[in-house]
C-alpha cells in the first residue's frame, strides 16, 4: 500500500485539467503517440463537442519514481462546471490527495474556491499547481502570491507546468509521490468497499467503480449490497487503464471496478457500500450526502411509444449520473413523461442530448422551474415544483421562494453591466471586493428562479465569457408568485405554463407568445395566442390566416360577385376555426426556453 497514491485533479472550468490528465498518460506510456488523442479521457461525444468534462474518469498510471520504486497512481480527472460538482465530490471521496489546478493568466476564480473547501471537507493533502505558464498573458508568480493570500496554501509547494507544452509533468510526478499520503486500511480485515460511480455494459451489466477501504475481492467471491442485501458473484475485477485490465484481485487502498453480472440496474447505488456474504463488515460506510436538485422540468417523449424505453434509459443515466432524480408525471397536451431534477441548466441541456444521441429518443422538454414552499390558509404546507399543481389562488396565505447567494468574478471593466443584469434579477445584498487589483468578486442573494432562465448565458455575453459564477442554496424568503398560463386557440397547453414573480409576468408572457407564433404554422383560421394570469388576459399575439384567393377566376364582372365569394370564404373559416385544432410543433416548446435577450 506505501506505493498506491489516489489522487484527483479539481479546478474551475477551462483551467486544464483533462489536458493535464493527458499529459501524464504519455509520460507514464499507456498509449502510443499514434493512437493519442486530445482529451483521452472524456468518452462521450458531447464532452469532446463542447470541450468540457461531464463524468469524472479513472486511470491508472503506473510510474516509476526517481530513487527506482514503483509507484501505482490512481488519477480521477473531474469536471469544472457548477452544475457537476456533486461528481466531483463523490470523486474526492475515493482519494487521499488533490491536484488544485490554478490558470496562470486567469488566477484564483470562484469555482477554484469552491472545489478547494470541497477537498478539505474530505481531509485531502492538496498541491497546487499552476498551469499554462506559457500563455504570454501568464503571471505565474503573482498567482503563486494569490494562491497563498487567498486560499491559505503553502507557496514552497507550488508546481508550475504547462500541460500542453508537457513541461514540469516529471516534477509534479516526484511531488505527488513524495507529498502525498498512501492510502489506510487493512487488507486483512472484511471487506468494505465505497461504490464511487457504475455504468451499465449492455454485455456484462452493471459495473461498478469502487474504491476498497478494507478487505480484499477477487472472482469468485460473493459480494453482499449493504442498502438492499442483495448477493451476487463476483465475475471479473480490475484497474482502468485505458481500457479495463483484469487483476486477480483488488485489495484495500486500490481503486478499480467489480464485474458481478447484475442485470438489475436500481440495485446499485452510487455511495452503497459492499462486503463479502462469508465475512461481513460490521457496518457500512458513510456514503455521500444527498444531492439537492435545483432545476425541475418534465420530459415527454414525441412518440408515446416511446414512454417505455425513456423510462429503461432514464434508469440506466441515474447509474451512471446519481444527481438524477426522476417520477412519473402526465400532461393533457403531451401524454405520459416524467418529471426530472437537475443540479442546473447545463445539467438539463447534457440530460436532454445523452438522451437522444445514447438511446435514440426524441424529447419534449416543459419550461424548467423551482421549488416553491406554499402556506395556505387551513395551515397545511406544500412543497410545488410543477405548475400542473398550483393551489387554488384564494386559500394561499403566503409562497416563499428559494434564494441563492452567487458569487461572480469579473474584471473590473464590466461592473457596470453586472450590476444591472443583477438589478434586472432581483438581486439583493450585494457587496464586493478586490482580490485582485482588476478584478472583483461580487456576492450577492438573489432569487434561484432568476438564475436558471439564461442567468448564465447574459453574463457570459456581457463580460464577454471572462465572468466566472458559483452559488450556494441560501433560504427560503417570502415572494408573490403567479401562476402564467399560455392559451393557443383559446385552449390551455399544460405544458407550457411557468410559475413566474408577478412583476416579470407581462415580459415573460409576451416572450412566450412571440416565440410561439414564430414556430407555429399558419393555418386557414386566424390563431390567437394568448398569456394569461387566472381569468386575465395580460399579453396576447395573433397569427394571420393563410387567405386562398377566391377571386382568381374573377376577371372583371360586378362587384358583387366578387364580394358574394370572399363573405363564402368567410364563413367557411368560421365554420372551421370552430372544429380547428392547431398542432404546436416540438420546436415551439423549445423555442419558449430560449433567451429573450440574444
Not at 472550468?13 to 504519455?26: E, P
Request: with cysteine; aromatic share 8%.
Amino acid at each position: 500500500m506505501d506505493t498506491i497514491r489516489n489522487f484527483s485533479i479539481i479546478a474551475h472550468i477551462d483551467h486544464g485539467k483533462s489536458t493535464l490528465a493527458d499529459r501524464m498518460i504519455q509520460y507514464c506510456n499507456l498509449v502510443s503517440d499514434r493512437e493519442f488523442k486530445d482529451q483521452i479521457l472524456d468518452n462521450m461525444e458531447i464532452e469532446r463537442e463542447r470541450g468540457i468534462t461531464i463524468k469524472s474518469q479513472t486511470i491508472c498510471l503506473p510510474y516509476t519514481a526517481k530513487d527506482g520504486r514503483e509507484y501505482m497512481l490512481n488519477l480521477v480527472d473531474t469536471p469544472g462546471h457548477v452544475d457537476f460538482s456533486y461528481e466531483v465530490s463523490r470523486a474526492l471521496s475515493s482519494c487521499e490527495g488533490a491536484l488544485l489546478l490554478v490558470d496562470a493568466a486567469q488566477g484564483v476564480e470562484a469555482q477554484t474556491l469552491a472545489n478547494l473547501y470541497l477537498a478539505m471537507e474530505n481531509n485531502l493533502e492538496i498541491i497546487p499547481v499552476i498551469n499554462k505558464i506559457d500563455l504570454p498573458s501568464a503571471e505565474p508568480d503573482k498567482v503563486a502570491l494569490q494562491i497563498e493570500e487567498d486560499l491559505g496554501l503553502d507557496s514552497n509547494l507550488v508546481q508550475f507546468c504547462s500541460a500542453k507544452m508537457g513541461t514540469g509533468i516529471p516534477q509534479l510526478f516526484e511531488t505527488i509521490v513524495k507529498h502525498l499520503p498512501p492510502p489506510k486500511g487493512d487488507p486483512q480485515a472484511p471487506l468494505q468497499a465505497l461504490i464511487f460511480d457504475a455504468n451499465y455494459d449492455p454485455f456484462r451489466g452493471t459495473l461498478i467503480s469502487v474504491r476498497i477501504i478494507n478487505g480484499s475481492v477477487k472472482a469468485g467471491d460473493t459480494i453482499r449490497f449493504m442498502a438492499n442485501d442483495r448477493e451476487y458473484k463476483v465475475d471479473e475485477v480490475g484497474f482502468f487503464k485505458l481500457h479495463r485490465e483484469p487483476q486477480k484481485q483488488l485489495s484495500a487502498g486500490q481503486v478499480g471496478y467489480i464485474l458481478a453480472g447484475i442485470k438489475t440496474i436500481q440495485d446499485t447505488r452510487p455511495g452503497d457500500t459492499i462486503t463479502q456474504k462469508e465475512c461481513p463488515a460490521a457496518s457500512p460506510l458513510p456514503g455521500f450526502r444527498e444531492v439537492q436538485q435545483v432545476v425541475f422540468s418534465s420530459i415527454y417523449p414525441i412518440d408515446t411509444d416511446d414512454y417505455e424505453d425513456l423510462a429503461t434509459a432514464l434508469e440506466k443515466l441515474k447509474l451512471n449520473d446519481a444527481s438524477l432524480t426522476f417520477e412519473r408525471d402526465s400532461s393533457a397536451a403531451l401524454g405520459f413523461g416524467f418529471r426530472c431534477g437537475f443540479l442546473g441548466l447545463l445539467h438539463l441541456e447534457v440530460i436532454q442530448e445523452r438522451l437522444e444521441r445514447e438511446f435514440d429518443i426524441s424529447l419534449i422538454l416543459t419550461v424548467p422551474s423551482v421549488q416553491y414552499i406554499f402556506h395556505l390558509a387551513n395551515g397545511t404546507v406544500k412543497h410545488v415544483d410543477n405548475p400542473a399543481h398550483f393551489p387554488d389562488p384564494t386559500h394561499i396565505e403566503r409562497v416563499e421562494e428559494p434564494y441563492i447567494k452567487a458569487t461572480i468574478l469579473i474584471p473590473e471593466r464590466y461592473m457596470g453591466a453586472v450590476m444591472t443584469l443583477l438589478m434586472e434579477r432581483r438581486g439583493v445584498n450585494t457587496s464586493f471586493h478586490y482580490p485582485t487589483p482588476g478584478r472583483i468578486e461580487l456576492q450577492c442573494e438573489l432569487p434561484l428562479a432568476e438564475a436558471i432562465f439564461d442567468f448564465y448565458d447574459r453574463l457570459k455575453s456581457i463580460t464577454q465569457g471572462y465572468g466566472s459564477f458559483n452559488y450556494d442554496m441560501l433560504d427560503y424568503r417570502k415572494s408573490d408568485l403567479v401562476k402564467l398560463d399560455i392559451l393557443v386557440n383559446g385552449e390551455v397547453v399544460d405544458a407550457l405554463s411557468q410559475l413566474v414573480h408577478r412583476n416579470n409576468a407581462r415580459a415573460r408572457g409576451l416572450h412566450a407568445c412571440e416565440m410561439l407564433k414564430e414556430e407555429i404554422p399558419r393555418q386557414m383560421f386566424k390563431i390567437a395566442i394568448q398569456a394569461a394570469i387566472g381569468g386575465t388576459i395580460i399579453a396576447r399575439t395573433t397569427i394571420s390566416p393563410l387567405r386562398k384567393d377566391v377571386l382568381a377566376k374573377c376577371y372583371g364582372g360586378d362587384i358583387t360577385r366578387k364580394r358574394k365569394l370572399l363573405e363564402k370564404q368567410k364563413a367557411g373559416k368560421k365554420r372551421m376555426k370552430t372544429v380547428g385544432n392547431v398542432d404546436i410543433p416540438q420546436t415551439a416548446f423549445l423555442a419558449v426556453l430560449k433567451s429573450e435577450q440574444k
